[in-house]
């Protein structure tokens, strides 16, 4: 089958595709003839060489995928070979076929494309696991999302919307920023020009963000902290900013606040069960219902999965970047 490889780690034009083994699918795994793949920050991080895949996971990026059932590992029940699913991967996205833990797999939602759904798995798991699971936000309370025109965060925007939160974010144009409005943020601060800790106390009256969804990590630590409201919750899940920062820890106890630090891939296989049955449960109904819709910004062939490499780098895109096949 053709997949991406990264022999070698590098930039963008390290992505090469190649002529690889078909990969089988063993106890409690199907097989998925892949449709499309998403792309997301941790497929740029390994291709870079500084996220290498889970002991035992397939060595090809690509963590979500959209496709039809080809075949069933043993013990595999509640699926049948031709099943439309999308499932959250822990490798191996990029290829014409992928195997996943059949505890992994989602059936496509109604009124979702086939490709489309692609975009959905790993977006619907960071935001699910991080802001309802981990920092169990609650109607009235003020969600903050950094990034908010990413995949992540126009996923985060809407389901904080759907359940009454009041949704703050960061973005770094007016034209990311409209789109976040459209998607149900209330409070839209232009990173270039604006403080968002000053911009988020002001705009909800002084209380601060119960909940901060983090992709930035070192550079924002201190004023995301100084945003938060007593006992709010910080939650980083990337590190673009950096990996150290220095920490008041006066101010954290005095707001009895909490900073933690998660991520998706890593986990083990019964938390990402766990939080897969979670999803399908409470997120896919907002979908079906149309309340969440996923945001696709572009649609490149697997062939061109370095072009879609520098798209993502140059942060220009709004929602999610897709592979076809």
Known sequence: MRAITIPEPGDADALVLADVPAPVAGPGQVLIDVVAAGVNRADLMQRMGFYPPPTGASELPGLEVSGRIAALGDGVDGWKVGDEVCALLDGGGYAEQAVAPATQLLPIPWGVSLEDAAGLPEVACTVWSNVFMTANIQPGQY????????????????????????????????????????????????????????????????????????????????????????????????????????????????????????????????????????????????????????????LYPLAEASAAHREMEASTHIGKILLTT
């Open 143 to 298: 969600l903050l999302v950094h990034g908010g025109s990413s995949g992540i965060g126009t996923m985060a925007i809407q389901l904080g919307k759907a359940v009454g939160a009041h949704v703050a974010v960061t973005a770094g144009s007016q034209a990311k920023l409209d789109v976040c409005r459209e998607l149900g943020a209330e409070i839209l601060v232009n990173y270039t020009e604006e403080d968002f800790v000053e911009q988020v106390r002001a705009q909800s009256n002084g209380h601060g963000a119960d909940v901060i969804l983090d992709n930035m990590g070192a550079t924002y630590l201190a004023r995301n902290v100084d945003a938060l409201a007593t006992a709010g919750r910080l939650v980083t899940i990337g590190l673009m900013g950096g990996r150290r920062a220095e920490l008041d820890l006066g101010t954290l106890l005095a707001k009895r606040a909490a900073v933690i630090a998660t991520s998706l891939r890593a986990r083990p296989a019964t938390e990402k069960a766990a939080i897969v049955a979670a999803v399908r449960e409470h997120v896919w109904p907002l979908i079906e219902s149309g309340d969440v819709r996923p945001v696709i910004h572009s």
